[in-house]
């Protein structure tokens, strides 16, 4: 066991829009100047948030109506880039617990997986739906059912899809695998002789 | 049954398969950088975990260190510090790191094969996602998050869920001007930026295996912006004569031994694959990007796209794409003026690659007003460059000649752009704000593309700038 089952995430929605958001414009490179992934949150998509000055630039997730917005909605491929893991950390600092897209690039997909952020696929129509909904009131809640595999938001039940061992591991509270690969280490060490590395 | 290379790595690395159904992997060789390891040291001290196999994880330095002056402590404060933490870690851990000024130090993915220590066969892994890069030598080799770091410290496994692998044949003679970095901008192109998500790229036919090792790190490197988080190119002649006498390669039977190891991981010739693709050598062009990802690209003689021929929230990328990189719609991407001209990072800056352009710019000039740095990919580089006088051309010419590191690439390092600059890059990302300027515009090329915009001042084709014809066949 590694931390709590994540089977449930509830909370309001908000919507990031464009494909191929990548982990650049998630935290962009200075920020990773650090030693510790503890002071990422305000930094979540500076550069598209605040200009040089530090002036609002009025982005999704500054606004008052999204204040506290736990899930966030965004297209395809999102993530795409660098294998920063500071991408989701940012995004966990920041106080959000689920990224809903039409895909999700690989590395990111994995580190999300690792800090128990579940990647929820969901189709373009019904991610057009959901951003409406929100639109139309900001404060409704969101539920993703991981379980169920589906979003129910005002109402409305959508269908979605998860990557099999992600969800495996989400539910089972083993999403981050340090524990289960430290119980092999015979294994590992009888691997390590047979290919010359022992 | 044939197996493809993927599949007979896969198999002889794997330790077993987790509760989860994901399968446990041995790494052979873990390099790590001073980005993504500090929190992955952190990590195991918070758990009482020790590095288990200190002798299979090689550290150096290269995101943050200044290509200008390197002397410590380094101006900047944190990249001082988050040397020192990789310093006092690998030392504390018995792992092996190459510092400035060791002779060995210069950018991960030109460190690894230089010194011989990326091999076919092996599982290799590496805080960045770069890492594809060593796929070039038959190698499983991806980009990892800290965490998974972190897992590799502890354990040297990683939990995987295996890959489906693409084969990806390019067949025919490159055009000339036209290079191994054009070759993978064009695949990007065709397949999209998330076309391989999911999927191993092996890169096979006539126009890869005429290439050489560097030419085949270039390509590879670029998978990850394909979606593909490894690439690879089966071992052959030219990859064991590369190995020969590298540092940490054995020698005289030792290496006879290896080379038949190293040849069996070849992909069986009645492999199968999940999927493939034949693309033509002919029909690759000097490519260069328009947009705001590696797959917004086009040949040196299109022009950029017109949003009224795409739908929807493609519409919307065409459009915000030309808005930020301050382009027209359908009008031609030559004589788009830069300001910057960059030569270096994983992805071009080993030795052919300061070669190829060193051919071509003898009494050539960086254009008035433009800001042009050469920047070698490690130590060993530049120490070959010099030899070989090739900081003196590219001094002449005009360029600024720096020390080894990423540089320009990503913006964690003095070297950055200012304003709404753009810059003539032989990196491997153009995203918004990637070289460091919330506004910066970066266009991706090959680095005889970088020398002909930075002599004229603006996106040119090289092949007229340097007078390159086609060989009179012979």
Redesign the interface.
Known sequence: MTGNSVSKINGKGVYV????I?T??II???F??????DELGPALFY??RF??KGQSLNHPLDAAEHAGAEILIS???FG???????A?QAIQKFGLKAVIAD?????FH??CT??GIPCVVMANQDRTKLAELIAADPDAELIIDIEALQVICANNIFTITM???AR??LL?A?Y???D???R??D??DQ??QR?G?? | MGKNLYQKVWN??V??Q?????Y?L?I?LHLIHE??S??AF?MLKD?G?SV??P??TFATVD??IPTDNQSRPLQ?D??E??IQ?LSDATEEAGIEFFPPQSGSQGIVHVVGPELGLTQPGMTICC???HTSTHGAFGCIAL??????V??VL??????M?PLKVRRIRVEGKLGVGVTAKDVTLHIIRTLG??GG??YAYEYAGSTIAAMSMEERMTVCNMS??G?A?CGYINPDATTFEFLRGKERVPAGAEFDKSVAKWQSYASDADATFDDEIVLNAADIEPTVTWGI?P?QAISINESTPDPDQVEG??K??VN?ALEYMQLQANTPIKGTHIDVAFIGSCTNGRLSDFQAVANLIAGHQVAAGVKAIAVPGSEKVDKAARELGLDKIFEAAGFEWRLPGCSMC???NPDKLVGDEVCASSSN?N????Q?S?TGRTILMSPMMVAAAAIKGQVADAREVFGLVPAVAG
């Open positions: 829009k464009g494909n191929d990548d650049d414009r962009p490179a200075r990773l100047k650090c030693v510790t992934f550069d598209v200009d040089a297209d395809a491929n795409c880039g660098s294998s920063r893991e500071h989701p895909s999700f690039a690989e590395i994995g580190n690792t800090l990557k099999t061992s495996e591991a089972s083993n981050d695998p340090l289960t690969l430290m092999t280490l294994k590992v691997t390590a290919l590395y022992a | 002889d690395h330790v077993g987790l509760d989860s159904g994901q446990q041995f052979a980005v993504t500090p929190q952190g758990k975990l288990r196999y002798s299979r995101h943050i900047d944190m990249a510090k988050m933490v805080g960045d996602s980009g990892i998050g800290t965490s998974q972190r897992d502890a354990s040297q496994t990683l939990a869920d930026v998330n998500v999911g990850i912006e979606g988080r990802t797959g929230l493609e919307n990328l915000d990503l913006a964690m990302r995203f918004i704000g990637r460091g919330s």
